[in-house]
Antibody
């Protein structure tokens, strides 16, 4: 069955860096676009970034562009989100998700989420 | 940027029909997805491409999209349907996904 298992996250100081990972199994990872969505405490869902199946195309939300990098290693069936120069308002649960089909299609499977806390 | 507007909360009695709306400029020209999120859990896709239902989602869940409003309809609401519901579209003008602010469904 499709599984997305997240790791990483934790406490990071403002201005610091952190990487969140997402290990995929149960499907052909290299055939699917992937995305990251975050949720600040008590708030709604916010799209963060998306990457194409081959990794050659990435799109970012305006709120994170220039500070966040989405990447993938299809040989390792893994997705990554690198957060640099983090701010307090980056504090959130970060979810990875699989897009159902190539392109702008819905997220049909989600990871369990990982908490990133930015605090001095 | 493209904005999706949802009412913060909707309340219905068990067995009744809940209608959760998502407003956006000419939203009928976009494909709308709906997600259900229960406390402490990851979101779950319940409706995609306006009205398609993933396998495993009860037929009680349906969707429509017309004009400036998309609607998620839950018929015969059950206590287990209590959750936050989010609409989502792809805004091709900026190559961004956009989520609505979410609607909390309360079953009285």
């Amino acid at each position: 069955q499709v599984q997305l298992v997240q790791s990483g996250g934790g406490l990071v100081r403002p201005g610091g860096s952190l990487r969140v990972s997402c290990a995929a199994s149960g499907f052909k990872f290299r055939d699917h676009y992937m995305t990251w969505v975050r949720q600040a405490p008590g708030k709604g869902l916010e799209w963060v970034a998306q990457i194409s199946d081959g990794g050659g195309q990435a799109d970012y939300a305006d709120s994170v562009r220039g500070r966040v990098t989405i990447s993938r290693d299809n040989a390792k069936n893994s997705l990554y989100l690198q957060l640099d120069n983090v701010r307090v308002d980056d504090t959130a649960i970060y979810y990875c998700a699989r897009l159902k089909e190539p392109g702008a299609t819905p997220s049909d499977y989600w990871g369990q989420g990982t908490l990133v806390t930015v605090s001095a | 940027s493209y904005v999706l507007t949802q009412a913060p909360s909707v309340s219905v009695a068990p067995g009744e029909t809940a209608r959760i709306t998502c407003g956006g400029d000419d939203i009928e020209t976009k494909s709308v997805n709906w997600y259900q999120q229960k406390p402490g859990q990851a979101p779950v896709l319940v409706i995609y491409y306006d009205s398609d239902r993933p396998s495993g989602i009860p037929e009680r869940f349906s969707g429509s999209n017309s004009g400036n409003t998309a609607t998620l309809t839950i018929s015969g609401v059950e206590a287990g349907d209590e959750a936050h519901y989010y609409c989502q579209v792809w805004h091709s003008g900026s190559d961004h996904w956009v989520f609505g602010g979410g609607t909390e469904l309360t079953v009285l």
